[in-house]
């Protein structure tokens, strides 16, 4: 779930970890270091250094800058600076997210009908509003809120999960479109549900399967979707360029197989994480924290930002699986995460 956190909140959380169980590690005992492909790492990294603003941070960004003329010295830069630290106890838990590419429309009609909302000027950040109920069925209607109309109401309840997005318009123009807000409702997993009413069991549940389920099973499926209480809005992005992704919980944009959206209240967010992830398809990867989500929580939890676009949605909605997450930690802060004695 990807309902994207206020930028305030954002900052709090830079100011460090929540103190939490702590193993430090060596960077030959992280699996697949030697062969990643560290300057891109840094470039992720670069992307939100500057919002880190502690004063164990701000040297490392200033020496960030000039350490990727090569993979080598991007390599060197992050083993200098950093102890690798396993926050909590694996396995992880690793899912995926993607910024969805769907057809819509700046008025209404039979074809496109089911609105995109910017948030009501009366909510206020973190008071409890309207449900998802109450929404679908028109409590905001006719009030001008309404941003575009998608075609899709399965695909309007994805693209809120997912946080953000990019609208195909008739004309050929394209509106990007962002986290703007959400009712304070919790948010409630489909997948979770689905599985204690036994419709499925849990190797069954992806993204794939919740929407073909959703489609095929219609009053029924529409009350499962109503079944999470917590609703997003949306803003434009105007000046947000095509060749970036969209915007984090750190107010910049987040990058492909190189972002992941983590709790802050064990990692911080701007840190470089090492990721191993099991699976399928498995990666050992750095990346960056650079994002949250409202189903994102716990100390080994991540969720990896797969792009853009059908084929990066495809590989997001399956993944689910186990691994370890370490957070590369600045040194000073690192220690100070190692249990006493």
Not at 40 to 50: G, K, N, S, V
């Amino acid at each position: 779930m990807r309902a994207l956190l206020a930028l305030c909140l954002a900052a709090l959380a830079m100011t460090g970890a929540t103190k939490a169980p702590a193993q430090m590690l060596h960077f030959e005992a992280l699996d697949g270091w030697e062969t990643d492909d560290h300057r891109a790492a840094l470039t992720a990294f670069l992307e939100t250094c500057d919002k880190l603003t502690d004063p164990d941070w701000r040297p490392i960004c200033a020496f960030a800058a000039d350490a990727g003329a090569s993979d080598a010295s991007a390599k060197a830069f992050f083993e200098l600076f950093f102890k690798p630290v396993i926050i909590g106890t694996p396995p992880a838990l690793f899912t995926g997210y993607y910024e969805p590419e769907l057809n819509g429309s700046l008025t209404r009609s039979s074809r496109f009908a089911y609105p995109i909302y910017r948030k009501p000027p009366e909510l206020i950040e973190g008071q409890v509003y309207l449900d998802r109920a109450a929404i679908e069925a028109g409590a905001l209607r006719g009030r001008g809120l309404e941003l575009a109309w998608l075609e899709d109401p399965v695909e309007l309840y994805f693209l809120q999960v997912q946080g953000s997005g990019r609208i195909r318009l008739p004309d050929g123009r394209v509106m990007r479109v962002g986290y703007g807000g959400k009712n304070g409702h919790p948010y409630r997993s489909v997948g979770a549900e689905m599985i204690r009413r036994g419709t499925h069991t849990p190797d069954e549940v992806s993204a794939q399967e919740i929407k073909a389920w959703v489609r095929r099973s219609g009053s029924s499926g529409s009350a499962m979707l109503n079944h999470n209480p917590s609703y997003v809005f949306f803003r434009k992005l105007d000046e947000l360029p095509a060749d970036k992704g969209p915007i984090g919980a750190m107010g910049r944009s987040i990058t492909p197989l190189r972002s992941v959206a983590i709790d802050p209240d064990y990692t911080p967010l701007g840190a470089p994480v090492w990721i191993e992830k099991d699976g399928a398809d498995p990666l050992r990867r750095l990346m960056v924290a650079q994002d949250t989500g409202g189903a994102i929580k716990g100390m080994q939890r991540a969720d990896i930002f797969y792009g853009t676009g059908d084929a990066a949605g495809n590989a997001a909605g399956t993944v689910k699986d186990g691994g370890r997450m370490i957070v590369l930690l600045p040194i000073d802060r690192a220690y100070a995460m190692l249990p006493e004695g």
